[in-house]
C-alpha cells in the first residue's frame, strides 16, 4: 500500500479506537477514578470530533488513491469538495458516504464553534447543552465513522490489489 495512503488508513483507524474508548470513559463510571476523572464527567463532544477526524483521513485516503491530494489552506473543506466531487459525483462511493461525511461535518463544527452563529442556530450540539445531552449523537458519530471507514478501507485495499 502507499505509505501516505497507509498513514491516513491508519490515522482514520487510531481516531475511531480512540472515539469508541473516549465513549468508554464518559459513560462507565467504573473506568474514571482509575484515570483521576471525575464521576460526572463526559468527552462526548470529543467523541464527535474524533469520529469526524476519522472520516477526515478516510476520505484523505480515498482521494489520495485517485491521485488527489488536498492540503492547507482550507484543507477540510477542500477535502469534502473533492470527495463529492471526485468520488461521488462519479459514482465511485455511495452518496451515503458523503451524507455520513457532511453530517460529521455540521457536528464537529458545531462543537468546536467554528462559524458559530450560524451553525448555533441550526445545531443541536451546542456548549449551552449539558455535556450528557451529547451521548446519543456521540454513539452515533462512532458508528457513522466506523461504517465510513469499513467502506473506504475495502475500496482502497481494492484499489490497491487492483494495482499491484
Known amino acids: 500500500m502507499d505509505t501516505l495512503v497507509e498513514l491516513y488508513i491508519?490515522?482514520?483507524?487510531?481516531?475511531?479506537?480512540?472515539?469508541?474508548s473516549v465513549f468508554k470513559i464518559?459513560?462507565?463510571a467504573?473506568?474514571?477514578?482509575?484515570?483521576?476523572?471525575?464521576e460526572g464527567a463526559t468527552f462526548y463532544s470529543a467523541v464527535i470530533s474524533h469520529s469526524y477526524y476519522a472520516i477526515f483521513y478516510?476520505?484523505?485516503a480515498a482521494l489520495l488513491i485517485k491521485g488527489i491530494k488536498t492540503c492547507a489552506p482550507e484543507e477540510h473543506r477542500k477535502t469534502l469538495d473533492a470527495f463529492e466531487k471526485e468520488l461521488v459525483d462519479t459514482g465511485y462511493?455511495?452518496?451515503k458516504l458523503l451524507e455520513i461525511y457532511k453530517r460529521l461535518v455540521i457536528e464537529a463544527d458545531t462543537l468546536l464553534e467554528i462559524f458559530s452563529l450560524e451553525k448555533s442556530k441550526r445545531g443541536k450540539f451546542?456548549?449551552?447543552?449539558i455535556a450528557?445531552?451529547?451521548e446519543i449523537p456521540a454513539k452515533e458519530s462512532v458508528e457513522n465513522a466506523k461504517t465510513f471507514f469499513k467502506n473506504i478501507n475495502a475500496i482502497v485495499e481494492h484499489?490497491?490489489?487492483r494495482k499491484s
Open 93 to 95: 462511493v455511495d452518496v
Open 26 to 28: 464518559s459513560k462507565d
Open 10 to 20: 491508519d490515522r482514520a483507524q487510531n481516531e475511531i479506537e480512540l472515539a469508541k
Open 58 to 60: 478516510s476520505a484523505k
Open 132 to 134: 450528557q445531552a451529547n
Open 30 to 38: 467504573s473506568i474514571k477514578p482509575q484515570l483521576g476523572i471525575s
Open 126 to 129: 451546542t456548549y449551552h447543552k
Open 159 to 161: 484499489e490497491q490489489e
